[in-house]
Structures are given as structure tokens and as C-alpha cells.
């Protein structure tokens, strides 16, 4: 017999600092929601923001971009650059170093889902 499953909605958040170096606003998580596998958060990213160079252990990202600009570094050596902006879907797969930054005069908002319900518990930083 299935254990009894809820759905949940939950309302927007107080932020919290990511050891990235950014700052989310909490949505789904196993904290939050009692995901088993999935996190999904808001990620707003002030003119100027950049995270510290970082992957996710064993976990995909997936992100839409909402509105704005931003770019990212990627690759084993962050030796990649993309721009994206508003409407972009963008795809990491487990264990690839990146670094996403603002370098615009804009804010830049994205919704980030990851297969890690615990939003923070992947995240492996590099060395700067």
C-alpha cells in the first residue's frame, strides 16, 4: 500500500544565501514540500552577482530564464562562456564545474530545479 501523498503549495519565501554565494528563494525541497527527488527555487541575481565555481554531485540543473540577462562559465576548466537571457532554458549535467554571474545593469531571475531535494547538500565547491 502507497504511504498517503499531499500536494502542497507553498507561498514565496524569505531568501537564503546558498554556500554558492547567491542568494534563492526556497520553493520546492524534501525542507519545504517532502520531496523525494526533485528541488526547484527562485534565483534573483542583482547587476554585479556572480557564484563561487561550483558543481553539483550526481545531479542534473535544469533552469528557465524568467527575465534578464546573465551569463555563465562552464567546463572542466570554466573554459566555456554563455550568455542567456529571458525564455532560455538552460541544462547542466551532474558533476560539471560552473559559475553563473550578472554582468548587466539588470537583474536577472531564473526558477533553478535540480534532482537533489535538498537544494544545498550537492553543492561541491572549487578552489578560486
Do not use: W
Amino acid at each position: 500500500m502507497l504511504a498517503m501523498r499531499e500536494c502542497r503549495i507553498l507561498r514565496r519565501s524569505e531568501a537564503f544565501h546558498g554556500k554558492q554565494g547567491l542568494d534563492y528563494f526556497s520553493g520546492i525541497s524534501a525542507e519545504s514540500a517532502g520531496s523525494t527527488a526533485i528541488c526547484m527555487h527562485m534565483l534573483v541575481m542583482p547587476p554585479g552577482a556572480q557564484a563561487q565555481p561550483h558543481y553539483h554531485e550526481n545531479h542534473e540543473t535544469a533552469i528557465y530564464m524568467l527575465e534578464g540577462e546573465a551569463e555563465f562559465v562552464h567546463g572542466p576548466n570554466l573554459e566555456h562562456r554563455d550568455r542567456v537571457q529571458a525564455g532560455d532554458y538552460i541544462y547542466i549535467p551532474p558533476g560539471v564545474p560552473h559559475r553563473p554571474y550578472n554582468p548587466t545593469g539588470e537583474r536577472a531571475v531564473a526558477i533553478i530545479a535540480r534532482t537533489d531535494p535538498n537544494e544545498q547538500e550537492s553543492v561541491v565547491l572549487l578552489e578560486t
